[in-house]
């Protein structure tokens, strides 16, 4: 039996109404609403009846409940989802989630494509607390994942998916004036990737906190869990030394990080991006945990996108 990629699984509706600005929500289909009937909380394993067999020409998504939470608006936000799969000829469960609400499984959204295709593209705009139910297609689910769910050539897969939790797919917080002469400047991509402009001279000699935006979500604690994107560049040579940028965002305590960045981060807000330049003579700890290299000043650009706990 195939394996739900990070959800802890055991045996396993047009996305939202409304959409956000530059949000386009995939494509539904009034008979795949009519084919399946969906109830139960959010968050809870719920009951399902197929009209069987259904068997969908086109992927479509149906919106069940809309939440009001976080928007999806990256392939590869972090999110938590809950899934249970149905075989659209037969009409049964195949497969689903454990529903424990466990953010420890939160995983990029991209992260699901490797079980059905492109499947984060049908998530897109959805926002946390929302129910959706993805009809797919034959070639929808993929033929490795029709053999592992037991889906036959020619069948459908249909599969209702709760968004738990939705983090910041980059810093969205209020830009802020910053006066600090002589620090590296931080660009960004239309997605919120940052870059950084080194100047010429020397770096500083004491740790340098710029808040660059300011988010509006709660203060991170010492021993909370927060979710962080990371660049990391070194400021003699410019290159890039760490990021988590397309991949998964780091999940620490401040208080695991060295301390010098943990200090920096420790009262920050959630949707705050925050740059920290450690002088070179203060970066031993950094070199262990981070692969940081030697005798040279590190630029470090965090961008806050949650906190657990």
Partial sequence: MIALAGTGLVGCAASGSASAAGCTPPSSDSRAAEAVTVSGDVGKQPDVQVRSPFLPDTRSVETVVTGDGERITQPDQLVLLDLTVYNGITGERIVGS?????VANAQPLSGW????????????????????????????????????LGIPQGGSAVVVADVERVYLPAADGADQFTAGFGLPTVV?????????????????????VQTLKKGDGPALTADATARLNVL????????????????????AAPSK????????????????QVLVVVPADQTADDQTALGAPKDTALVYVFDILGMDG
């Fill in 98 to 102: 454990r529903y424990d609400g466990n």
């Fill in 113 to 148: 494509d490797q079980t059905f295709p492109d499947f984060s593209s049908a998530m897109l705009c959805a926002t946390q607390g929302s129910r959706l139910v993805v009809s797919m297609p034959y070639d929808s689910v993929g033929a490795q994942a029709a053999q592992g």
């Fill in 188 to 208: 960004r991509a239309p997605g919120g990737q940052p870059g950084v402009t080194i100047p010429d001279g020397n770096a500083p000699t004491s740790v340098s």
């Fill in 232 to 251: 990391g560049v070194s400021w003699n040579d410019r290159r890039k030394f760490y990021t988590t940028w397309g991949q998964k965002p780091i999940t």
């Fill in 257 to 272: 990080l060295p301390a010098e960045l943990a200090s920096a981060l420790e009262g920050q807000t959630v949707g705050s």
